[in-house]
């Protein structure tokens, strides 16, 4: 069993950038893809971006295009949210998740494992 420990939420404000952090327990944590998901208010959650155990692949949602990075550190049991030019409509709480699979889910059903989440707020 993985269990999950995003950081790094906060408020900042359009434009600004932050970095999510997401600590896995375990000894496997190069066994699994990793993505991360987030949720605004009345909305479902969503997928942002993904990561094969390697690191060597990455896959992302069209809204984060660009701005958002995914990064892994097997040696930490880490991954890494870097979130840059940011705007209001990503508020939300962003979600950390890991899959014991070679592929890279990018839906929810992928995953099996789940953080609390960390909220991010930005401010126009």
């Known amino acids: 069993q993985v269990q999950l420990v995003e950081s790094g939420g906060g408020l900042v404000q359009a434009g600004g950038s932050l970095r999510l952090s997401c600590a896995a327990s375990?000894?496997?944590?190069?066994?699994?893809?990793m993505g991360w998901f987030r949720q605004a208010p009345g909305k479902e959650r969503e997928f942002v971006r993904a990561i094969s155990r390697s690191g060597g692949s990455t896959y992302y949602a069209d809204s984060v295009k660009g701005r958002f990075t995914i990064s892994r550190n097997n040696a930490r049991n880490t991954v890494y949210l870097q979130m840059n030019s940011l705007k209001p409509e990503d508020t939300a709480v962003y979600s950390c998740?890991?899959?014991?699979?070679?592929?890279?889910?990018?839906?929810?059903?992928?995953?099996?494992?789940w953080g609390q989440g960390t909220q991010v707020t930005v401010s126009s």
């Open positions: 998740a890991a899959a014991l699979t070679s592929a890279v889910p990018t839906t929810e059903d992928g995953y099996d494992y």
């Open positions: 375990g000894r496997t944590f190069s066994s699994y893809a």
